[in-house]
């Protein structure tokens, strides 16, 4: 039980430092950089990082990676799983359209 209070305690004082921290404009500027470059490993790791310690911020920072998504797929058309789309798909699998019977050497079925 006196572990789960000091877990408790750290993710208290931790969230405090995200909250003084997050009030910078320049610590916005930065998240926002992250955000934008979010398939970059660290910079993904950095923003999952400040979602799960930060209580107050989790939102706003969710809010602006649902925004960044929205500008970049705006001019792609949702998908809607259709019998052409999926077989689209399949015709991606190797396994399902082999160009080389011995492709099927690789399939485990």
Do not use: W
């Not at 000091?6 to 998240?31: A, G």
């Not at 939102?59 to 077989?87: G, V």
């Amino acid at each position: 039980m006196e572990k789960r209070g000091k877990s408790e305690q750290i993710k208290e004082q931790i969230d405090k430092l995200i909250k003084r921290l997050y009030v910078s404009e320049q610590i916005k500027e930065q998240i926002d950089k992250l955000i934008k470059r979010l398939y970059v490993s660290e910079f993904a790791n950095i923003i999952i990082f400040l979602i799960h310690h930060s209580k107050t911020r989790a939102e706003n920072i969710i809010d602006k990676i649902l925004n960044e998504a929205k500008e970049i797929f705006n001019e792609i058309s949702p998908a809607t799983l259709s019998k052409d789309e999926l077989s689209k798909i399949n015709e991606l699998n190797p396994l399902k359209n082999p160009k080389n019977p011995s492709d099927f050497k690789y399939c485990s079925i």
